[in-house]
């Protein structure tokens, strides 16, 4: 049963869009932890 | 090994950002290893690593060079189910995240897995599973600087030990400078790096082949990997988010970033931290599906990922993929390090051999650990036999046997020590026997159905429960901490 | 994570069949060539061989090559075979320029597990999955801690 291209193309987008927001999510938690003081 | 008639970027290229990112990591493990005085500083950051570090460190580590390089692989073998196996893996460091929270309440002054086991389920136990916990610990160990060396030297055509040498080196030497906080620190950096050049890499092969092209190109060629019903694929499925939750729960790694989280902040860090990691490998196993589009000879099924970056992106994309496997295997190998460290001189040395020593005298024991975890690492790797890598296949069976000891020795009274011996031992019998018989495939699910039947059993037929409050230890004496 | 496969190990009855090739008909089999498993149930192998030019490797559904497919040309000296379904295949090397054969042919079979057994292992793994999140989710450790 081969995987149809449309699932194939969504699977992979919605992947590399967590993939792209993945450092955005990094950074402002590290602001976020940053002006609170409570980096480490 | 290598069968390709050339190295894709030039030696000298090679040794530059590898000098680059040497001086960055040890500059950085100075500057934050400043006041790493005290045991908990030096060993746990101080006990209070906020959210983002805390992601971060959890998401980075996680991503070994084998998330980079053995997810193409995979991909490139079995297909669909290959990458989506793969990032299953992400389902360990999920549902480890209610265990974190669960173990800094119930141990704060803990500092290994190994002090859980050992107060959880007595001597017997602790002791086996302090052999699992080592020998899969030496064997990613090992299996990292192997994998820096041939990466190297497959990229830049820089020898094996010269690049496995590099590697160990500054890893050893920011761990051993800044100690945990050198860990987190440049864990973060690395996972931006790491993120920022597989994106790269990615939306450059969609944009240059497309994916309907790839996809009709993979039919064309190689039709099962495609295939929803292919059967080691379907295999493959939950014997790899066994293997990730056994690889997670029972090893140091994890639960030292556990120990050292600010309250409140590992549950949130390691659900988060899974999350961001899962989608990776499906990112970067479809990069070796576009192999048939691009009309690419693969030698050897490890080399599919750089070969596919090379060829979308030149001597640009050879460079990014040389310093995201660098940050990849660096963030996993300084994070080694330092856990393995700790379950040494905690489990080893101070259990076994000097009781009454003070944290100070623990905290100079910790950095000689560190170097001489790195010495043997290094002398392990000397020699370039493969099946030591291949040793990590093997321990598939063995930690996935962890999972219910540690997992019903955290949450349920009635679990007892019978149950958790008989869980590791018969799972990892049973999990190498698969194996031989079927295949690497099925190790980790056997070992962990067998290890789960024993505690069960355990518990069904014990009686006596549990009181939690044995698993609070009084702490060390350190200068500035509670005891 | 782990690595997913064994290193290839190279077969002594391949080797001993070709060194025999060799020594029976001296100047026709002027490279070798050699899969790292005979019979697979995954569908994936690797090819690899050794020869003095540039190769062509070819693949083929039945021992006479009629059909034969151009898998790879060029230097290399190796090539990974993936995604196939269940068969036997034939794999050999010819000159890259004139067609002439340089190799023993080989042969792998490809067949897949059962899908009964992958759907078995499918479904334990899932049991054992889910236990651990009951246990986890409902474990009764709430009402336990007093401190």
Not at chain 2, 204 to 209: D, F, S
Not at chain 2, 243 to 251: D, K
Not at chain 2, 318 to 328: G, P, R
Not at chain 3, 2 to 22: E, F, I, M, N, S
Request: proline fraction near 4%; glycine fraction near 10%; aromatic fraction near 10%.
């Amino acid at each position: 049963m081969t995987i149809p291209v449309g699932l194939f193309t969504a699977f992979i987008i919605a992947a590399l869009a967590i993939v792209v927001a993945a450092p955005l999510i990094l950074l402002s938690l590290w602001i976020a932890d940053f002006r609170r003081g409570a980096l480490w | 090994m290598n069968a390709v008639d050339d190295a894709i970027l030039d030696p000298t290229v090679g040794w530059l950002v590898l000098a680059a990112f040497s001086v960055i990591w040890i500059f950085l493990g100075w500057f934050w290893g400043r006041g790493s005085d005290q045991l908990d500083d030096y060993v746990l950051a101080g006990r209070r690593v906020g959210l983002a570090l805390g992601t971060a460190t959890a998401m980075a580590t996680w991503v070994t060079s084998n998330t980079t390089m053995a997810a193409p692989q995979l991909a490139l073998q079995m297909g669909v189910w290959g990458m989506f196996g793969y990032s299953l893996g992400a389902v360990g460091l999920i549902m480890f995240a209610p265990l974190a929270g669960r173990i800094r309440r119930l141990m704060p002054t803990g500092y290994t897995s190994g002090d859980f086991v050992r107060l959880r389920y007595g001597k017997t136990a602790w002791r086996i599973f302090l052999v699992i916990s080592l020998c899969y610990s030496l064997g990613w160990l090992v299996s990292m600087g192997m994998a820096g060396g041939v990466l190297i030297n497959a990229l830049t055509g820089i020898p094996y030990h010269y690049g496995m040498s590099v590697i160990l080196t500054i890893c050893v030497g920011y761990t051993l400078l800044g100690g945990f906080r050198a860990v987190i620190g440049t864990d973060f950096i690395q996972a931006l790096l790491i993120l920022v050049g597989l994106v790269i890499i990615a939306v450059l092969a969609i944009t240059t082949v497309g994916i309907d092209t790839i996809h009709s190109a993979v039919l064309e060629e190689r039709p099962e990997l495609l295939n929803l019903l292919m059967p080691a694929g379907i295999m493959f499925l939950f014997n790899n988010l066994l293997f990730g939750i056994g690889e997670i729960f029972h090893s140091n790694v994890w639960w030292s970033r556990a120990f050292a989280f600010r309250p409140g902040v590992g549950t949130k860090a390691y659900t988060l931290a899974g999350l961001l990691w899962a989608p990776i490998p499906i990112v970067a196993g479809f990069v070796a599906l576009a192999v048939p589009a691009l009309d690419l000879n693969i030698p050897a099924a490890d080399m599919v990922g750089p070969m596919v970056a090379a060829t979308v992106l030149g001597t640009a994309g050879a460079v990014l993929v040389l310093i995201m496997v660098f940050s990849a295997l660096s963030s996993s190998l300084d994070s080694l390090l330092a856990a393995t460290s700790i379950l040494v001189v905690e489990d080893i040395y101070r259990r076994h051999i000097r009781q009454d020593a003070s944290a100070a005298h623990l905290r100079r024991v910790t950095a000689w650990v560190i170097v001489g975890l790195g010495v043997l690492t290094w002398l392990l790797c000397a020699p370039r036999i493969a099946t030591l890598a291949e040793l990590l296949y093997f321990t598939g069976a063995f930690v996935a046997s962890t999972i219910w000891p540690i997992a019903a020795g955290l949450f349920a009274r009635r679990a007892g020590a019978l149950g958790a011996i008989s869980g590791m031992v018969f799972g990892s019998a049973a999990g190498i026997a698969s194996y031989f018989a079927i295949g690497f495939y099925v190790a980790a699910l056997v070992g962990a159905a067998v290890s789960m039947a024993c505690v069960l059993i355990g518990m069904l037929l014990g009686s006596r429960e549990f009181d939690w409050g044995r698993l609070h230890e009084r702490g060390l004496v350190q200068a500035g901490s509670p005891a | 994570m782990p690595d997913p496969g064994p290193a290839p190990r190279v077969r002594p009855v391949a080797a001993a069949l070709a060194v025999l090739a060799l020594t029976m008909s001296p100047g026709a089999q002027a490279a070798t060539l050699e899969a790292d498993q005979y019979a697979s149930s995954e569908g994936f192998y690797q090819l690899r061989w050794e020869a003095e030019e540039p190769v062509r490797l070819v693949e083929a559904r039945s021992p006479g090559f009629v059909d034969a497919e151009t898998l790879y040309t060029g230097s290399d000296s190796a090539h990974v075979v993936s995604g196939k379904p269940d068969g036997s295949f034939y794999y050999r090397l010819e000159s890259a320029e004139g067609g002439q054969v340089l190799s023993e042919p080989v042969m792998v079979t490809v067949r897949h597990h059962s899908l009964g057994r992958a759907l078995a292992f499918f479904a334990i793994g899932a049991i054992v999955f889910v236990s651990t999140l009951g246990l986890i989710a409902f474990s009764s450790s709430g009402s336990d801690e007093r401190r």
